[in-house]
């Protein structure tokens, strides 16, 4: 079951109470005090583990508390501090203060470990207060309470290019072609109810992770449909792949254009990423003029047809690519738009290579 945001309480332990104790022994004229301190209570880690992707551990759980700190003994023994509370979480996840909404901690890479409560004080026994005056002190310090907090956990995926598109337009079918992600696939819109990753290889030693989330619908950023819900997890994803099925009964700018508002309607800074448009299942077209309707998007975005192919675009079908040969990338046009087919693999092979390229220009 994918889970990708919780609620609970976390409590951190009590430091152990420390001893008022007093030496006792044969032989031992005016032993004195030896109550020893009480031990730390435990701390709450949080650390990242790649082994996990979901927090579905965390599901039905209302509180997790650390153990509390042993208490002191006598002849100065301090007593056993508490294991920490360790809480394994997949990376990209946001630990976030429930009350005020403050993003608490980023946890991203893994093995980072990061410590959110301490654990409290242990106590200090009787043997601290012995002084001149007061040889047979009885007082030992209660130990120091833990921290407490309401927290949420939010998962947000961490992938090089986010596949955003209607529903049913091919984006399950697009990464399971090109990389080992195996979703559901059916025609039937909303297939896709839960975020796929897939690592998407690149010739022999370079690859990239495409991310695909349900289906966006006009109205996403309202809370219609499945979208809104897992807009989050392209949230940290460097470049956009919009998804726009050519054979579908909206129009190709219609599509793009209400893609494009939600995004902005969602997040500003979303909608600003470097992006490119893919036309797929130009295998199902069933209109007449295929080429015509392709150039007449691409005229529509203020483009032109591009005539080089560094790429091995299909040459059968028209395409834009921007020239980055003397020039940077321009961030309001998409680096590239260009029809695919998922299922007889027209351009799937060289769409990989071209965002590859499209990824690597916004690491510069």
């Known amino acids: 079951m994918f889970v990708d945001s919780v609620k609970f309480t976390i409590s951190s332990g009590k430091g152990g109470q420390g001893c008022a104790s007093f030496r006792r022994e044969k032989f031992v004229v005016k032993g004195g005090p030896d109550g020893g301190d009480g031990g730390k209570g435990g701390d709450v880690v949080f650390v990242v583990d790649n082994n996990t992707d979901t927090l579905s551990w965390f599901k039905g759980r209302s509180i997790l508390k650390a153990d ?23 990376p990209g996840t946001q630990i976030i203060d429930e009350n005020s909404g403050e993003i608490l901690l980023d946890m991203l890479e893994e093995g980072q470990k990061e410590v959110l409560l301490e654990g409290g004080k242990g106590g200090l026994g009787n043997t601290h207060f012995k002084n001149s005056r007061n040889q047979r002190p009885t007082y030992a310090q209660p130990g120091l309470p833990g921290q407490k907090l309401e927290i949420r956990l939010e998962l947000k995926l961490i992938a090089d290019v986010g596949l955003v598109g209607y529903p049913n337009v091919g984006k399950s079918t697009l990464i399971s072609t090109l990389s080992n992600a195996t979703p559901e696939i059916a025609n039937y819109e909303f297939t896709t109810i839960t975020p796929k990753l897939g690592v998407v290889e690149v010739g022999e030693f370079n690859s990239f992770v495409m991310a695909d989330i349900p289906g966006i619908i006009d109205g996403a950023s309202e ?55 893919a036309l797929t299942k130009v295998d199902s077209y069933l209109g007449e003029d295929l080429e015509g309707d392709i150039k007449s998007f691409i005229s529509e975005l203020g483009l032109e047809c591009s005539s080089s192919n560094e790429y091995g675009f299909d040459k059968t079908l028209p395409y834009f690519v921007q020239d980055l040969t003397f ?21 799937t092979n060289a769409i990989t290579f071209a965002l590859y390229d499209l990824i690597s220009q916004g690491k510069k």
Do not use: C, M, W
Request: charge should be positive; charged fraction near 30%.
């Open 68 to 90: 509390n700190g042993r208490p002191g003994e006598g002849r100065n023994k301090t007593g056993k501090s508490a294991e920490p509370l360790i809480l394994s979480v997949p």
């Open 223 to 277: 809370g219609k449909g499945l979208g809104l819900e897992f807009l989050r997890h392209i949230e940290r994803t460097k470049t956009l792949l919009f998804t726009i099925d050519i054979a579908n009964y909206r129009a190709i700018k219609d599509q793009y254009e209400v893609l494009k508002e939600e995004l902005k309607k969602f997040s500003t800074e979303l909608s600003g990423r470097n992006f490119a448009i």
């Open 327 to 347: 020039s940077k990338l321009d961030e309001d046009k998409p680096f590239f738009v260009l029809p695919i087919s998922s299922v007889t693999h027209i351009n």
